[in-house]
């Protein structure tokens, strides 16, 4: 795919933002990109993010704009939605949200009202904001409840989170994790939302490229709705999306347009917009659909599998070196090192490995006794260097540096060195690898 981004002698006109585009390209080629949420999309999904789409407004759907001249982005809008439902084999999709977050907030005005109860995942145990966290609109609008891992075992217990269920009686369930390496048992969420009569939402953000390739357990049988970004392991560009397996009908009758809107569906479409947002991203819906198409394609499934061999491999060798890996390992694309035991804390470990082109974020570990400011815990994730063509042996060498800085957080010069040897690794690899 050709596709012109910009005219090259108009960007340098502006100096400034040029210059910043080449300092961050130049951070991302030399460096080790371990943030577990990061991703390097393909020159078409770029392209076609940096597309004369961007020009075009088209508040509502195919068919049904507020605006005229839609007809193109109205086919754009509908491949984007036919190549959703295919990957993810579900009868619904809403390609229009502008992020994960905004996929949620529509999904929360769709199935519940203000001061409803929602059960989430703790964020002080790898949950995320948007799952009822208080300085969110989740833990503002609605009263929170929350579930998390148990200590000794660092993963999920469903029959405690059955007993938090049945004291709180939420009216949605969130199944879902920005910080948990292991895979989730929909299946059990299913039948815990059943037994306390709750909506069942999957917010797979983190594993849905592990998902659509097969390497981690299906939401789309189990859960009312689903929610996902598509910049994660599904390697598209920044944004998200919101998916149904089943249509139902609209449980709420007179919610919207008085009960005349008959399935939930359309009810997640009024939720989206105008419910949250306005006029959708059409460049990006455009790239969202080359995305989905790139995940169709068999070579994505092997990618995902590397994902998977690369952190298994990191976490491994981070147990062999003494390092506490919370739960003991890892079933998909990333683990927490939990750093209590070699004196270190998770803001000083980020900082360190920043110095040495190694990027990680700092991260609360279960039963944290620092703040999220400090945290205990660092999280590291393979997306991004598998993208990059990273295989075992390098992922290996790689651990040994974070090691190295790790345990000489204070010393520059050992810093230095492993800086160089950093940017000696990823030098000559291409952001996106095509192979
Ligand atoms: N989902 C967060 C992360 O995992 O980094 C960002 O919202």
Not at 113 to 139: E, W
Not at 300 to 323: P, R, T
Not at 326 to 334: A, C, E, F, P, R
């Amino acid at each position: 795919m050709q596709i012109i981004i910009f005219e090259k002698k108009k960007m340098l006109f502006d100096k400034e933002v040029s210059s910043l585009i080449e300092q961050e390209k130049k951070r991302q080629l030399d460096g080790v990109e371990l943030i577990a949420s990061e991703n390097f999309t393909s020159s078409e999904v770029m392209s076609v993010t940096g597309s004369i789409l961007t020009n075009k407004y088209a508040e509502g759907y195919p068919g049904k704009r507020y605006y005229g001249g839609c007809e193109v982005v109205d086919e754009i809008e509908k491949l984007a939605i036919e190549r959703a439902k295919e990957l993810f084999n579900v009868v619904y999709a809403n390609v229009q949200p502008h992020s994960g977050s905004q996929a949620n907030t529509a999904i929360f005005h769709s199935f519940l009202k203000p001061g409803d109860k929602i059960l989430g995942f703790d964020l002080a145990h790898g949950g995320h904001l948007t799952h009822g966290s208080p300085v969110n609109f989740s833990g503002r609008l609605y009263q929170a409840n929350f579930y998390g891992v148990q200590k000794e075992s660092g993963v999920l217990d469903y029959d405690n989170i059955l007993d938090i269920a049945k004291k709180v009686r939420p009216n949605m369930i969130i199944a879902g994790a920005s910080a948990y390496s292991r895979d989730i048992n929909y299946e059990n969420f299913r039948l815990i939302a059943n037994k306390v009569g709750a909506f069942l939402l999957a917010d797979i953000s983190h594993p849905s490229g592990l998902i659509v390739s097969g390497l981690h357990s299906n939401p789309v049988k189990h859960c009312d709705v689903i929610s996902t970004t598509t910049h994660k392991t599904l390697r598209g560009p920044r944004g998200g999306l919101i998916l149904m397996g089943q249509d139902f009908e609209n449980p709420f009758g007179e919610r919207y347009k008085n009960g005349k809107l008959k399935m939930m569906s359309s009810l997640i479409d009024m939720g989206v917009f105008p419910g949250n947002q306005g006029g959708p991203l059409e460049h990006v819906i455009a790239a969202k659909a080359v995305a989905f198409k790139e995940c169709i394609n068999t070579s994505f499934k092997k990618y995902s599998s590397q994902v998977i061999k690369n952190a298994k491999a990191m976490s491994n060798a981070f147990k062999s070196l003494g390092y506490d890996v919370v739960s003991g390992g890892t079933d998909n694309h990333l683990f927490l090192l939990d750093l209590r035991n070699k004196n270190v804390d998770g803001k000083s470990a980020e900082l360190a490995l920043v110095k040495a082109h190694i990027t990680v974020n700092k991260n609360m570990v279960p039963f944290d006794d620092k703040s999220p400011f400090i945290t205990s815990g660092i999280r590291i994730g393979t997306p991004a260097i598998t993208t990059r063509g990273l295989l075992e042996n390098e992922v290996l060498k790689i651990v040994e540096l974070i090691d190295e800085v790790i345990l000489n957080v204070n010393n520059d010069n050992i810093i230095k060195k492993v800086s160089n040897e950093v940017k000696s690794i990823m030098k000559d690899r291409p952001l996106f690898n095509e192979n």
